[in-house]
């Protein structure tokens, strides 16, 4: 890979990071002078494993929605194509330490839910396919490994 791309993650080489972690992968300033910044929120390692997309879809919404309780300033958390992260994006919030203990507040509250909101067919694209269990998993297992989220790239 010679040629720097327009998309900062196909610029990163996915061979030496090591999931789980959670990394500026991005910052804009708007024209008045807002800035959005852009955290890659890695659940998997990446060409090894990904998630299972009922249980993604699942942990999508429930962080979409959950998240909001413990920040004003989350602009959006969608779900990476390659299944094995998301990337969560915050307006004028600088504070990685914050940003860590806004998502684990947010999984915390993953695992208590009793159901997927927006989990129908009005208000969701493909209602068929959520896996509560499955996101509680996935948030239980990215949980238990909180001390690693600072450190993206291994040995």
């Keep these: 890979m010679s040629e720097k791309m327009n998309v900062e993650s196909f610029n990163l080489d996915h061979t030496k990071v090591k999931a789980p972690y959670v990394r500026l992968a991005g910052q804009k300033t708007g024209e ?17 494993e990904h998630m299972e997309m ?3 879809h699942s942990l999508e919404h429930l962080m ?3 998240s ?18 998301f990337y969560m994006s915050l307006i ?18 993953v695992l208590a839910a009793k159901e997927v ?8 694209g493909w209602a068929a396919s959520h896996s509560l269990e499955g996101a509680q998993e ?3 297992n990215f949980l238990a490994k909180k001390q690693e989220w600072p450190q993206v790239f291994g040995e």
């Design 117 to 124: 909101p927006a989990c129908n067919e009005v208000q969701c």
């Design 138 to 140: 996935l948030a239980r």
């Design 32 to 48: 008045h002078g807002d800035e959005i910044y852009k955290y890659d929120v890695r659940f998997m390692q990446p060409n090894k």
């Design 68 to 85: 909001r309780n413990h920040s004003d300033k989350i602009v959006d958390i969608s779900p990476m194509g390659c299944q094995t992260g």
């Design 92 to 109: 004028n919030h600088t504070d990685y330490d914050d940003v860590l203990t806004i998502l684990e507040k947010t999984l915390l509250d």
């Design 64 to 66: 979409a929605e959950l």
């Design 54 to 56: 009922p249980a993604l």
